[in-house]
Every structure is written in C-alpha cells, then in structure tokens.
Nanobody, 128 residues
Framework: QVQLVESGGGLVQPGGSLRLSCAAS????????VAWFRQAPGKEREGVSC????????YYTHSVSGRFTISRDNIKNTVYLQMTSLKPEDTATYYC?????????????????????WGQGTQVTVSP
C-alpha cells in the first residue's frame, strides 16, 4: 500500500525546535519530489517547503526561510523538516505530499497538485 505517514509533532515553546518526519511505504521516496504543507485552523493549507528529486534543490515559503530545513534520508525512505526558532504562528497541522515544485520569482516556490493522498498529518503547537 502506497502511503506517507507524518510524525514528530508536539508542543514546544517559542524559540524551540522540532523535527518532523515523512515516512513512505509502498514506494521509493528518493525518486519523488516531496513537499511539506501546513494548515492552521480556519486557514487554507499552504506549502512550506519542497525538495526535488531530480536535482536536490530545496525551496521554502518566506515565513520559514532561514528557520526550517528540508532533507531526505533515502536509506530510511524518509523526508524530514527540521524546524528551529519556532513561533506561535507556526502552529498548524503539518502534512507531506509527493508532487512537483518550481522556484517562483519572489524567492518562494509553487507546486503542482499532489500525486499522493493526504495523510493524517502531525500537529505542531508553539505556545509558552
């Protein structure tokens, strides 16, 4: 069965760090471009970061650039999102998906519709 499973969320104080994991089963994640998304209550889902399979390029939305780092471990078939200097506005449910992504002129990125089904996500709460 092809699926992505997110984990690693939790409650953290402002300024803290978390590392999220996106583990794949049923297919090889190394051959896929993967993005992390997040959705806060009452808001639309937004793309946070993307790592491309064909060139290894990484992209970030402006609000997380310099604080978050996306990476992959092909042996573990997992993509990670290392989050540092967390802020209350980072509070959201985080999801990963396979798709394609491209750099935008503004320094962020845009992406295609996901080719994978949405998982349950992992909750990140940043609060004192």
């Amino acid at each position: 069965q092809v699926q992505l499973v997110e984990s690693g969320g939790g409650l953290v104080q402002p300024g803290g760090s978390l590392r999220l994991s996106c583990a794949a089963s049923g297919f090889t994640l190394a051959s896929s471009t993967v993005a992390w998304f997040r959705q806060a209550p009452g808001k639309e889902r937004e793309g946070v970061s993307c790592i491309r399979s064909r060139d290894g390029n990484t992209y970030y939305t402006h609000s997380v650039s310099g604080r978050f780092t996306i990476s992959r471990d092909n042996i573990k078939n997992t993509v990670y999102l290392q989050m540092t200097s967390l802020k209350p506005e980072d509070t959201a449910t985080y999801y990963c998906a396979t798709l394609d992504c491209y750099p935008s002129r503004g320094g962020s990125f845009f992406y295609t519709d996901p080719s994978s089904a949405w998982g349950q996500g992992t909750q990140v709460t940043v609060s004192p």
